[in-house]
T-cell receptor, first 113, second 113 residues
Framework: DGGITQSPKYLFRKEGQNVTLSCEQN?????MYWYRQDPGQGLRLIYY???????QKGDIAEGYSVSREKKESFPLTVTSAQKNPTAFYLC????????????FGSGTRLTVV | GQQLNQSPQSMFIQEGEDVSMNCTSS?????WLWYKQDPGEGPVLLIA???AGELTSNGRLTAQFGITRKDSFLNISASIPSDVGIYFC?????????????WGLGTSLAVNP
């Protein structure tokens, strides 16, 4: 079955550590996105990529980094520079230029302990 | 980043009641999308709208693309407990540029059996 997989579902990180969230899709979509979700704040765009080896900052990119070495994969690293990293992170993909919207993964909940 | 005005922010209704929510913007959109997010999961696309005035149904859900292209409405008829979740609207500012999905903050729906 085609889909988009995020792992792990729950992640705990000690303050000051970097952590990488995985996102893999087998939908043959060109474009991939990372969103952060906090209660009452909707979805905020962190980074997006429309083709391999290229990505752009979204609205809240500070403290995050990404790579897009393969079409299927778009990992997100939450660095120690992110001051408030505890949140629910959503990865999505789409056909570039499509008007059919995004397919989302099931999310990763990151908690800093 | 830009956001849509989505209302109401939350609703608590009795099973069997009808529900209405809407999104408005100062910008003109080419596409309106409605998503539902179950607790702890990623959003799932419910309805996509592509033409001003378009009225589209998906089971008990009906959505409309406003005639001014600056708003959209979602109605749920005869609500059931599994309708619980957060409903998001999203608009696409111009065709062919899927990055430009602008999101509402969501309507949280609770259904009392």
């Amino acid at each position: 079955d085609g889909g988009i997989t995020q792992s792990p579902k729950y992640l705990f990180r000690k303050e000051g550590q970097n952590v990488t969230l995985s996102c893999e899709q087998n939908l043959n979509h060109d474009a991939m996105y990372w969103y952060r979700q906090d209660p009452g704040q909707g979805l905020r765009l962190i980074y997006y990529s429309q083709i391999v080896n290229d990505f752009q900052k979204g609205d809240i990119a500070e403290g995050y980094s990404v790579s897009r070495e393969k079409k299927e994969s778009f990992p997100l690293t939450v660095t120690s520079a992110q001051k408030n990293p505890t949140a629910f992170y959503l990865c999505a993909s789409s056909i570039s230029g499509s008007t059919y919207g995004y397919t989302f993964g099931s999310g990763t909940r990151l908690t800093v302990v | 980043g830009q956001q849509l005005n989505q209302s109401p922010q939350s609703m608590f209704i009795q099973e069997g009641e009808d529900v209405s929510m809407n999104c408005t913007s100062s910008s003109i959109f080419n596409t309106w999308l409605w998503y539902k997010q179950d607790p702890g999961e990623g959003p799932v696309l419910l309805i996509a709208l592509y033409k001003a005035g378009e009225l589209t149904s998906n089971g008990r859900l009906t959505a409309q693309f406003g005639i001014t292209r600056k708003d959209s409405f979602l109605n749920i008829s005869a609500s059931i407990p599994s309708d619980v979740g957060i409903y998001f609207c999203a608009g696409q500012l111009r065709a062919g540029n899927n990055r430009k999905l602008i999101w509402g903050l969501g309507t949280s729906l609770a259904v009392n059996p």
